[in-house]
């Protein structure tokens, strides 16, 4: 648990359940890279009304994401982290969400930043660690 370089370049179906294993597992990140990776958004729930979508997988999914929240830590050594490749709006919230005292992020071109996504973000980390207080 060591690990403080983390550099992920062209690993396929990262998804959130990956995501949180990452942050509890390797709690000393500094720097988190995502270079052309596959980053998966499996929340996505458009399919949920559908008839073949029985009551046992709605089960499944509600598991798979009470294990996230149970896995996910904040990344508080965490100062740099890039993203370079598709990444869904709701991927970048979760991820930039769990980086709480970042001060480098890079962001490529195929990802999904939005100022709605901006907004989402800032719901659940301010950033306010970063900031100097000119008081002290």
């Keep these: 648990h060591q690990l403080e370089n983390l550099s992920l370049v062209h690993v396929e179906d990262i998804d959130k359940r990956a995501l949180a294993i990452i942050t509890a597992t390797c709690t000393k990140l500094e720097k988190l890279g995502f270079h052309n990776c ?28 009470r294990e996230i929240k149970s896995l996910l830590q904040p990344m508080l ?19 930039l969400s769990t980086c709480l005292n970042v001060k480098h992020i890079f962001l490529g071109m195929n990802t999904d930043i939005s100022d709605r996504v901006w907004a989402n973000i800032l719901q659940n980390n301010t950033f306010f660690y970063n900031i100097p207080d000119k008081n002290r």
Excluded: W
Aim: charged share 30%.
């Design 77 to 95: 050594d965490l100062h740099t982290i890039k993203i370079i490749g598709d990444c869904t709006a709701d991927l970048l919230t979760f991820i």
């Design 38 to 65: 596959g980053l998966v958004d499996a929340s996505d729930r458009s399919y949920e009304n559908d008839a073949a979508f029985r009551d046992a997988d709605r089960l499944l999914m509600l598991e798979n994401e």
